[in-house]
């Protein structure tokens, strides 16, 4: 996930182990790189570690700034990067996605169309959805992949 290290501490606020979310995010924009806690685990990886990124656009060594203190958007096994590392190891040049962090008290209707109009004008490709949507979309798709927890019986 490429992130914009100067303005994504604004946006999320995951805890950061074993570093400040400031000292991680300064860390982001040298070229290192933030992991889940079980990507971290299932690699054995530490901070001050470091992994091989290789893409099409080209292959450099990142150090492992910081062990995030929660998954990202639902996965498991995943890193943080900057959106410069993005694009210079896998040629990343396109937003995916947008985060907005509304202000307490913000019109929340007014600002849903703001972001719709913003979205329409200059991300088509893109769509808006709440956290709570976001969650939702998560949960139907775990819930779709599981198997199924009931299951018939038959006398013999």
């Known amino acids: ?8 501490g604004a946006v999320d606020r995951t ?16 070229g ?18 470091t992994v091989a990124l290789q893409g099409p656009a080209g ?6 700034v910081g062990v995030l203190g929660a998954s990202v958007s639902g996965l498991a096994d995943a890193m943080q990067l900057s959106l410069a590392t993005m694009r210079t190891v896998y040629g990343v040049t396109g937003d995916s996605q947008v985060a907005v962090k509304v202000a307490a008290g913000a019109d929340r209707a007014r600002v849903g169309r703001e ?10 490709q893109l769509e808006s959805l709440s956290t ?5 979309q998560i949960n139907t ?15 013999p």
Request: aromatic share 4%.
């Open 1 to 8: 996930m490429g992130v914009d290290p100067a303005r994504w």
């Open 15 to 30: 805890p950061v182990r074993h570093v400040s979310r400031l000292r991680a995010l300064a860390g982001l924009a040298r």
């Open 32 to 49: 290192g790189i933030l992991v889940t806690p079980g990507y971290a685990k299932s690699a054995h990886l530490n901070v001050g570690d």
């Open 59 to 64: 292959t450099r060594r990142a150090p492992v």
């Open 115 to 124: 972001i719709d109009a913003l979205l329409r004008r200059d991300y088509p």
């Open 132 to 136: 709570a949507a976001v969650k939702d």
């Open 141 to 155: 798709q775990v819930d779709t992949s599981s198997p199924s927890s009931t299951r018939s019986s038959r006398s």
